[in-house]
């Protein structure tokens, strides 16, 4: 059956601002989640409990967590690399949690300094800590259609990876599309070979714009069923391992536009998050990425142009 209804997870606070030059005020970061909030999100990504020192534009993760508005039945999640970090977000009262791991052996020393192997053992320790809690864990795998120093990945070894995190007894997996080069039939083909280890509802994914392909990953993704779509207001957080100003997650906007178009639910407020939008522009300093964005959201009607007294029209394309 054609899926009715999604779930949307706003990355923007942590996936796009982490991976922004710009020195963000915490105060701007918790205005920023407080107009997320708004626009009516069930699931916002908040920010990460990582070492200051890795990443130090998360360095403020607890003040921001502590600072939101949160409204009640909304999901604040917040990025939990090892029991160190779970520990500050404990502290700051965290109960959704994510973590990542990779599943290339040389993403996942580049990006955190640790084997496959070793990134699970952490995953293991944060999460039998955070299950007696209750706490709601969701996984990340990153460069699942390809990695920027393997090249193409085999479905094989993201199912591998997969496996073992679901062991973990983490609630859902999410795929990523760390350096945006995935397109429609890369999604089919993995997410056949994946939904045969767990059901539509266990896996998310996570798509990046980076050759603007993401919304069509989307519909692939639907086409299979699956419902849980990862997404940054604005397209913000752009690629790290493209060029300056590339696109980086999928926009929301987009997101958002291309499922309304199909009649399918998602809860969001699309002038909501580009007010959101609005907002953060100003701090990050760089346009944003979003096409629904930059064409100022759902298409309006203009006052047509008085006849021309030479009788010609506007002859455009
Ligand atoms: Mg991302």
Redesign the pocket.
Known sequence: MAVQEVRIVE?GPR?GLQNEAAEIPTEVKVHYIDLLTAAGFGWIEVTSFVHPRAVPRMADADAVFRSIHKKPGVRYVALVPNPRGLDRALGAGVTYLALFVAATESFSRANINRAIDQSLDDARAVVEQARPRGMNVRAYISVVFGCPYEGPVAVAQVRRVAERVFELGVDEVVL?D?IGVATPSDVSRVMDDLLQLAPVERWGL?F?DTRGIAVANVMAGLDLGLTKF?S?AGGL?GCPFAGPGAA??LATEDLLYLLDGLHIRHGVDLDGVMAASRYIVNAIGHPLTSKVFQAGGRPRTITAPSPSPSGRGLIKG
């Open positions: 990355v996936d990523g760390t996570h990046h990862d940054s957080g980086g997650n």
